[in-house]
């Protein structure tokens, strides 16, 4: 692993996604989900990772 966060890739953040999921952090998920969607240049890809790492607090009604 890198200590520079300019060297992760898209799949850095995407597994990082599926770990902080794995690990009960949701909100953390998306945000590393939302980095990696913004990284790519592909439309789809952006979309497939925000369907699968929706933002958590969304659809909370405090």
Known sequence: MTNNPA???IADYV???WEMRAAGRPYLAYLLAEEAAQRTTDPATARSIRAQFPDPTAARKD
Do not use: Q, Y
Request: net charge negative.
């Open 7 to 9: 060297d992760l890739t």
């Open 15 to 17: 597994d990082a996604a």
